[in-house]
């Protein structure tokens, strides 16, 4: 069955520390990958995305994820968090066509420690 | 930028009643969805709907959802009796329709069954 997992239900950083936030998931093909933020009382922002190409992606504030399909892997990470990423990410894999549904982990809520 | 936009913010209504809940999709997006998150859970899809029809569905979904696009611009989601396991928060989405697929996603809608 398809899944996402994100291992990490809370992770609380250091503000100017790194941040690495993990996902796995489990795709028959190979799927179209997301993160997304909700901050309180918001919607879900995409972040960045991976559809091909180079495993590397860059996204909005800052963030980079790596897509690692031996390890059926989709990190996000941050060299140097601000207290302004304090919110829940959610990691999401779809398929290669439009119309059809993503599959959402369970959110890791980040804390950000002055 | 362009972004969906969903009203009302927040709902409350009896168990038994009917609610509608709205939403303004990105102008020139073709595809449009429907997810909920209930409290302390993960993101669910509902249902996708393209050219004024349900494209793909859930098992959630079931007969007391429906869905509609009564004009040009507004696609809404109706729960014809509501339940207390209703409760959640209910995002729209809309996505553009071409290969590189990306979901945009609105503010949502708390809603409050009691």
């Known amino acids: 069955a398809q899944s996402v997992t994100q291992p990490d239900i809370h992770i609380t950083v250091s503000e100017g520390a790194s941040l690495e936030l993990r996902c796995n998931y489990s795709y028959g093909a190979t799927p179209y990958l997301f993160w997304y933020v909700q901050s309180p009382g918001q919607g879900l922002q995409l972040l960045l995305k991976y559809f091909s190409g180079d495993t590397l992606v860059q996204g909005i504030k800052g963030f980079e994820a790596e897509f690692k399909r031996s390890q059926s892997s989709f990190n996000l990470r941050k060299p140097s968090v601000h207290w302004s990423d304090a919110a829940e990410y959610f990691c999401?894999?779809?398929?290669?066509?439009?119309?059809?549904?993503?599959?959402f982990g369970k959110g890791t809520t980040l804390s950000v420690s002055s | 930028e362009p972004e969906v936009t969903q009203t009302p913010s927040h709902q409350v209504t009896q168990m038994g009643q009917e609610v509608i809940l709205r939403c303004v999709p990105i102008s020139n997006h073709l595809y449009f969805y429907w997810y909920r998150q209930i409290l302390g859970q993960k993101v669910e899809f509902l249902v996708s709907f393209y050219n004024n029809e349900i494209s793909e569905k859930s098992e959630i979904f079931d007969d007391q959802f429906s869905v509609e696009r009564p004009d040009g611009s507004n696609f809404t989601l109706k729960i014809r009796s509501t339940k207390l396991e209703d409760s959640a928060m209910y995002f729209c989405?809309?996505?553009?329709?071409?290969?590189?697929?990306?979901?945009?996603f609105g503010p949502g809608t708390r809603l409050l069954v009691l």
């Open positions: 999401a894999v779809g398929p290669n066509q439009a119309g059809t549904a993503l599959i």
């Open positions: 989405a809309s996505s553009e329709g071409s290969l590189s697929e990306t979901q945009y």
